[in-house]
């Protein structure tokens, strides 16, 4: 059972970006705060001794050159310079050894949103959770919560579990199976809705964690639904003992 089918949100946009940089490698494949996504590639790179020029930059430099700044003019000067000769100045900073630059590049960037849909392959499974990959790079974690409800898992092993590197406790061997008892197996490609994501790493950039649901939004509300109804009524009969109770 898969999602239904919905409208595809375009997750891939560029971004041109400016940065005082010693190399865009780094970048790849990973989270960037300034272009709010995961970066695939780069392309169109041009280098720079001095910051590029902005609107506000230039406008800035223009009050200050009717102010009479001699100095105003000095960085245009470099760039001019520099367009001229064709050569680039990088600049060392204290005692690192690999210079710095201004880079500024065109980046393409792997946004994901709520309740978009991705085509995804199945990597790993377990009582708990699945994974899947979404172009063959970015992992997403569905728990059985956001299964489909006719789906059962089936042990291979009995009562042998171990903690997986995401801290989930993760079956060693079984497999799930569909409503109509085909083994989902390794592999099998699926559609995938994303629930929600978030960031985790420390400054310039981090690794994406992706959380998604088999199931379509109104089916999760109802599951969500029928499963707070279940906790009442549990609730209801502990109070009263079992016991109906009549009332007035």
Request: charged residues 25%; proline residues 5%.
């Amino acid at each position: 059972m898969a999602p239904i089918e919905e409208p595809d949100t375009n997750l891939l946009h560029v971004t041109r970006i400016s940065q005082y940089r010693r190399s865009l490698l780094p970048l790849l494949l990973s989270y960037y705060p300034p272009a709010k996504g995961v970066v695939l590639a780069y392309e169109d790179v041009s280098l720079s001794s001095q910051p590029p020029k902005t609107a506000s930059s230039s406008a800035n430099k223009s009050s200050r050159r009717h102010a009479g700044d001699a100095d105003a003019d000095a960085d245009d000067l470099e760039r001019i310079a520099e367009q001229e000769e064709g050569v680039v100045l990088t600049r060392c900073v204290d005692e690192y050894m690999a210079p710095y630059v201004w880079a500024t590049a065109s980046l393409l960037i792997w946004r994901p949103a709520p309740n978009s849909y991705l085509d995804a392959t199945l990597t790993h499974q377990s009582a708990t959770h699945i994974t899947l990959a979404h172009l063959n790079t970015f992992a997403i974690t569905v728990l059985k919560e956001s299964l489909p409800a006719d789906w059962t898992w089936h042990t291979e092993k009995a009562n042998k579990k171990k903690k997986g590197f995401d801290g989930l406790v993760a079956d060693e061997g079984g497999w799930w199976m569909d409503g109509e008892l085909n083994e989902i197996r390794k592999g099998l490609p699926m559609r995938v809705r994303v629930r929600e994501w978030d960031v985790r790493g420390g400054k310039g950039k981090g690794v994406l964690r992706v959380d998604g649901s088999l199931l379509s939004v109104e089916e999760e509300r109802s599951k969500v639904a029928k499963k707070a109804g279940k906790a009442v009524v549990g609730r209801n009969a502990r109070v009263t003992g079992g016991e109906v109770m009549e009332v007035d």
